[in-house]
C-alpha cells in the first residue's frame, strides 16, 4: 500500500514512547537520561569496552557493532514491562544519605530478582553433537575448530608459565604499596573464557591470524590492586611509577571513574621479559565489590543469547550498582594513556 513505508511500526512508536518516559523521570533515577544535578549522564559504556585494546590493535576502519546486535541493545531502550518492574521493586537507598555497605544488601536481593526474572535455563541448549572430534564449543555457542582448540590449549600453557614470572614481580609492587592485590586466585583467566574470546574474533574474521587473535586477548593475566578511599589516588599514581620500575611497559589506561556502570581504572601493561600483556585494574573496596557483584550480569551481556529486553534490565542493575560508589577525591583526574 502506497506510502504505507513511511509510518513508524509498532516497535518504533513503543520506543520512541519509551523514550519520552525516560525523559520524563526524575534527575538522579536511575534509569533517567539526567544527573540529580540535571546534567545529562555520559554515554554507557559498552562490555566490550572494558577490555581495552593496546593501541596498535585500535583499527579506524573496524566496523561499528550493531545497536541492534541482542547483547549489545541501546541501554536506553527500555521494554514498557521493565519499567513496570522496576516500579514494583523496593525503593533503592540513596546514594547520598547511606553508604556502600549499606546499599550492598538491596543490591545483592536486585540481583536475586534479576536472576529469578531472566533464569538462565531460558537460553537454548548448546548442541555439541555434531562437533568435530577435538574441537570446543562454549557455553555462548561459539566455537573453534580442532585445530585452532589444539593452539589454543598451547597458548593457554605458554601463558600460564609467563604468569609465575609476573606475579612475583608484581607480588614486590604490593610489598611497597599502600594497597593489596585483590582477588589473586583469578589472576590466570580460565581456558573456555580465553577460548571464547578467541572464537569471538575469528567470527568476526575467519581469516585472521591466529597468533594475533591470541595476543588480542590482553587480560588473559589480570590482576587488582586494592586501596582504601582516602589513598586512592597517591596509591595508584605511585604504583603506576613501580611497576614501570619493575620492567613493565604501560601500553593503555582508561579511567572508568566517571562511567555510568563501572567504577575504577584498568590498565595494560606488557612484560618486557616474556612479552606477554597483562591488565592491572585499580580498584577501591567498594569498586572491587561492585564488580565482583556485577560480574555475572557483565557476562550475560557479552553472551549473543541474552536478550535486548534482558540486556536492558541488566544495564539498569550495573548502573545502579555504580551509582552507589563513592568516588575518590582525585580519581577521576587520573590521566589516561596514550
Given at each position: 500500500?502506497?506510502?504505507?513505508?513511511?509510518?513508524?511500526?509498532?516497535?518504533?512508536?513503543?520506543?520512541?514512547?519509551?523514550?519520552?518516559?525516560?525523559?520524563?523521570?526524575?534527575?538522579?533515577?536511575?534509569?533517567?537520561?539526567?544527573?540529580?544535578?540535571?546534567?545529562?549522564?555520559?554515554?554507557?559504556?559498552?562490555?566490550?569496552?572494558?577490555?581495552?585494546?593496546?593501541?596498535?590493535?585500535?583499527?579506524?576502519?573496524?566496523?561499528?557493532?550493531?545497536?541492534?546486535?541482542?547483547?549489545?541493545?541501546?541501554?536506553?531502550?527500555?521494554?514498557?514491562?521493565?519499567?513496570?518492574?522496576?516500579?514494583?521493586?523496593?525503593?533503592?537507598?540513596?546514594?547520598?544519605?547511606?553508604?556502600?555497605?549499606?546499599?550492598?544488601?538491596?543490591?545483592?536481593?536486585?540481583?536475586?530478582?534479576?536472576?529469578?526474572?531472566?533464569?538462565?535455563?531460558?537460553?537454548?541448549?548448546?548442541?555439541?553433537?555434531?562437533?568435530?572430534?577435538?574441537?570446543?564449543?562454549?557455553?555462548?555457542?561459539?566455537?573453534?575448530?580442532?585445530?585452532?582448540?589444539?593452539?589454543?590449549?598451547?597458548?593457554?600453557?605458554?601463558?600460564?608459565?609467563?604468569?609465575?614470572?609476573?606475579?612475583?614481580?608484581?607480588?614486590?609492587?604490593?610489598?611497597?604499596?599502600?594497597?593489596?592485590?585483590?582477588?589473586?586466585?583469578?589472576?590466570?583467566?580460565?581456558?573456555?573464557?580465553?577460548?571464547?574470546?578467541?572464537?569471538?574474533?575469528?567470527?568476526?574474521?575467519?581469516?585472521?591470524?591466529?597468533?594475533?587473535?591470541?595476543?588480542?586477548?590482553?587480560?588473559?593475566?589480570?590482576?587488582?590492586?586494592?586501596?582504601?578511599?582516602?589513598?586512592?589516588?597517591?596509591?595508584?599514581?605511585?604504583?603506576?611509577?613501580?611497576?614501570?620500575?619493575?620492567?613493565?611497559?604501560?601500553?593503555?589506561?582508561?579511567?572508568?571513574?566517571?562511567?555510568?556502570?563501572?567504577?575504577?581504572?584498568?590498565?595494560?601493561?606488557?612484560?618486557?621479559?616474556?612479552?606477554?600483556?597483562?591488565?592491572?585494574?585499580?580498584?577501591?573496596?567498594?569498586?572491587?565489590?561492585?564488580?565482583?557483584?556485577?560480574?555475572?550480569?557483565?557476562?550475560?551481556?557479552?553472551?549473543?543469547?541474552?536478550?535486548?529486553?534482558?540486556?536492558?534490565?541488566?544495564?539498569?542493575?550495573?548502573?545502579?550498582?555504580?551509582?552507589?560508589?563513592p568516588i575518590p577525591s582525585g580519581a577521576s583526574d587520573i590521566p589516561e594513556y596514550p
Amino acid at each position: 500500500m502506497a506510502g504505507q513505508q513511511d509510518r513508524p511500526t509498532v516497535a518504533e512508536t513503543a520506543v520512541d514512547d519509551l523514550v519520552q518516559r525516560l525523559e520524563r523521570l526524575p534527575p538522579g533515577h536511575p534509569s533517567s537520561p539526567y544527573n540529580q544535578d540535571g546534567t545529562r549522564k555520559p554515554p554507557v559504556t559498552r562490555p566490550a569496552d572494558r577490555e581495552l585494546p593496546l593501541p596498535d590493535d585500535l583499527d579506524p576502519d573496524a566496523e561499528v557493532p550493531s545497536a541492534d546486535s541482542p547483547a549489545k541493545a541501546d541501554p536506553d531502550q527500555r521494554s514498557l514491562e521493565t519499567q513496570d518492574l522496576a516500579r514494583n521493586q523496593p525503593e533503592s537507598p540513596d546514594a547520598d544519605r547511606r553508604s556502600w555497605s549499606e546499599a550492598l544488601p538491596y543490591l545483592k536481593n536486585q540481583w536475586e530478582r534479576l536472576q529469578e526474572r531472566w533464569p538462565q535455563e531460558q537460553h537454548p541448549q548448546v548442541d555439541r553433537s555434531n562437533d568435530e572430534p577435538g574441537s570446543w564449543r562454549g557455553d555462548s555457542g561459539r566455537t573453534l575448530s580442532a585445530r585452532d582448540n589444539t593452539y589454543a590449549d598451547a597458548q593457554c600453557d605458554r601463558i600460564a608459565k609467563a604468569e609465575a614470572q609476573i606475579t612475583t614481580r608484581v607480588e614486590e609492587t604490593e610489598r611497597a604499596s599502600a594497597g593489596e592485590l585483590a582477588g589473586k586466585d583469578y589472576r590466570l583467566k580460565g581456558r573456555d573464557r580465553l577460548k571464547d574470546k578467541m572464537s569471538a574474533e575469528l567470527a568476526i574474521n575467519a581469516d585472521a591470524d591466529v597468533d594475533e587473535v591470541v595476543a588480542s586477548v590482553h587480560d588473559g593475566v589480570r590482576y587488582t590492586l586494592q586501596y582504601d578511599d582516602a589513598e586512592y589516588t597517591s596509591g595508584v599514581q605511585t604504583d603506576i611509577a613501580r611497576m614501570k620500575d619493575q620492567g613493565f611497559e604501560l601500553m593503555r589506561l582508561k579511567n572508568f571513574w566517571n562511567d555510568v556502570e563501572y567504577k575504577g581504572i584498568n590498565s595494560q601493561w606488557r612484560d618486557r621479559g616474556s612479552g606477554q600483556s597483562f591488565e592491572m585494574q585499580f580498584h577501591t573496596p567498594g569498586s572491587f565489590e561492585a564488580k565482583q557483584i556485577t560480574h555475572e550480569a557483565y557476562e550475560r551481556l557479552r553472551n549473543p543469547q541474552t536478550t535486548a529486553a534482558e540486556s536492558a534490565e541488566l544495564h539498569d542493575y550495573q548502573h545502579e550498582a555504580s551509582s552507589k560508589i563513592p568516588i575518590p577525591s582525585g580519581a577521576s583526574d587520573i590521566p589516561e594513556y596514550p
